[in-house]
């Protein structure tokens, strides 16, 4: 699938106004409690929280809150991170390229140092099912061979996985079937911390409810599909079933699972380059043109002693950390007609992760390409 041809497809969404878009935000204030902001998302059936300071726009989210621990009573305003904003004029690009770089699923919109509501995927994917995107298949878009869990499976084990592999759904077997999900905003419903009790209470009563089974936590409301149903049939289900999740069946047999994130990878930015160039979860901050120079050049060089590349495709994500440090995974895959070669790195350092896999990709490629054209000597029998 050329994301050449997709991002010609898709060029109407990604340069669609917000304005059009905005919904509703949930807002709260730093000297919020862990305990209220839990609420607030669990109550409001959302995932991202925001907060103005200044000029600074702040944001937590249910990936960040099932990561920490808590002592009681603890304010919200130290795990508070900044994320970029947009305007009402901003375009569906922009928003899709915070939200694939940042691990969100909205944008808050800003408008005289306030936020006046947020662009979510949910109503980016709507905007996607307008198109007719009939030729574009599940079995192109999902992440195959998802990690599964059963019944019997620890809450912290679960929990473990979501942090340590920064997702958000856990399909649950049950009877060699997928039973139901248990996402991460179920996850934050068990672990949302009491009032007032000791720090040595909240301790031991979060070890005894993570120490439990999975057992039937979790949504049964399920979109699902079969490998080869088109995008708008996978995008149709998720808004029908009102999920952030489509299962990707054959014969009950569970084969991938795709989510908001691999919808809005389809909304990738194209850079100027010899060889067709796609990033996706491009930054909004200095590193873009470090990303951009660093990669161009690079495909620039590989071109001419591995002319058979015939596309390559860069995703960029910001791994939430502790403190407001962050590590940064650049992942690149470069599209030949006989194999797909697939580059990662992850680091502390946008700017150095996005050397270290350009001249990754440099060593490998150009090596291989020249051991594949050397002229074979035979010895001539006397």
Known sequence: MSLDVIHEHMSAVVNTKVRSLISKATLIEPSFTMSQVMNKIINGETFDVFCQEKNHTLTINVRDLIQHKYSVPMNVGPLLHSVPSLSENDT?????????????????????????????AKNILKLISNQDNKWIKANQIFTPEPIVIDTETPLSTARRMMVDKKFDHLPVIKKDKVSHVLTSNHLLSVIIPPERVGKRDIGSKMTRTLESGVGNLGTNR???????????VVVDSMLHADTTFCLVSLWDQLQGIITYRDVLNLLSTKLKSTVPLFIVGMPLDDNADIIKQKFTKALDRLQKVYPDIQEARVYIKKLHGVHNRFNYEVSTTILTPHKRHIFTRTGFELSKVTDEVAQLILKTLANRTKNRYKFSIRKMER
């Open 222 to 232: 399920m979109a699902t599909c079969v490998p080869l149903d088109n995008l708008n």
């Open 92 to 120: 569906v690009g922009k928003a899709a390229d915070i939200i694939t770089h940042n691990g969100t699923r909205a944008v808050p919109v800003v408008k005289d140092h306030e936020i006046i509501g947020v662009v979510e």
